[in-house]
Nanobody, 125 residues
């Protein structure tokens, strides 16, 4: 069983930055593909970014490419999402998720094994 706890959300003006963190319990963090997803009010959950267990492979949704960076520190059991040049349309609850695979390409989130509770990101215009 893996528990995920996100932090770092908040209110920021358009153009600003935030860094989200997601800390995982357990000793085998490096075997998990980690993903970030988000869900805005009235909208379906959407993929934001993912990173392989080793950290060597990353993938982003087109809407955040060039603005967001996913990274991980396996020694700290933590995955990060650095968000720059934030836009009002980035406003959502952000969730991290873990999939027990070295690298798993699931854009829906349905195949992920564990989810965090979410952290709110609000970008004002």
């Amino acid at each position: 069983q893996v528990q995920l706890v996100e932090s770092g959300g908040g209110l920021v003006q358009a153009g600003g930055s935030l860094r989200l963190s997601c800390e995982a319990s357990g000793r085998t963090f490096s075997v998990y593909t980690m993903g970030w997803f988000r869900q805005a009010p009235g909208k379906e959950r959407e993929f934001v970014a993912r990173i392989s267990g080793s950290g060597s492979i990353t993938s982003y949704d087109d809407s955040v490419t060039g603005r967001f960076t996913i990274s991980r520190d396996n020694a700290k059991n933590t995955v990060y999402l650095q968000m720059n040049s934030l836009k009002p349309e980035d406003t959502a609850v952000y969730y991290c998720a873990a999939k027990s695979a070295a690298y798993y390409t699931d854009y829906t989130g349905r195949q992920y094994d564990y989810w965090g509770q979410g952290t709110q990101v609000t970008v004002s215009s």
